[in-house]
């Protein structure tokens, strides 16, 4: 599966953007799907993730302000980022897995997009 990331920018404290991922070469209905980032000199770090069933996994530094949706007719999986702080500054990835188990760890996911630029301004 190829995944391609759009939608990020330069925003304002407070602000929201929503970021998208659009799946191709696989149904995306095979896949549990992740949101990931990495800050300048910071590791890869997990956002959130979507199962195959639509149960949602978030990181603790987002909950209750990011929301991921999946639509598989359309192959796309969002990021609704909302409120967001200077600390949500990265680049953020989307990723796929096949594996049922451990939606967390990068190293769990199988396939990569690349990534899209969010600077959040203070």
């Known amino acids: 599966v190829q995944l391609q990331a759009c939608g990020g920018g330069l925003v304002q404290a407070g602000a929201s953007l929503r970021l998208s991922c659009k799946a191709s070469?696989?149904?995306?209905?095979?896949?549990?799907m992740g949101w990931f980032r990495q800050a300048p000199g910071k590791e890869r770090e997990f956002v959130a993730a979507?199962?195959?069933?639509?149960?949602?996994y978030y990181a603790d530094s987002v909950k209750g302000r990011f929301t991921i949706s999946r639509d598989n007719a359309r192959s796309t999986v969002d990021l609704q980022t909302n409120s967001l702080k200077p600390e949500d500054t990265a680049v953020y990835f989307c990723?796929?897995?096949?594996?049922?188990?451990?939606?967390?760890?990068?190293?769990?996911?199988?396939?990569w997009g690349q990534g899209t630029e969010v600077t959040v301004s203070s």
């Open positions: 979507i199962s195959r069933d639509g149960t949602t």
């Open positions: 990723a796929a897995k096949i594996g049922s188990y451990r939606m967390r760890p990068r190293e769990a996911y199988d396939y």
């Open positions: 070469g696989r149904t995306l209905s095979d896949y549990h």
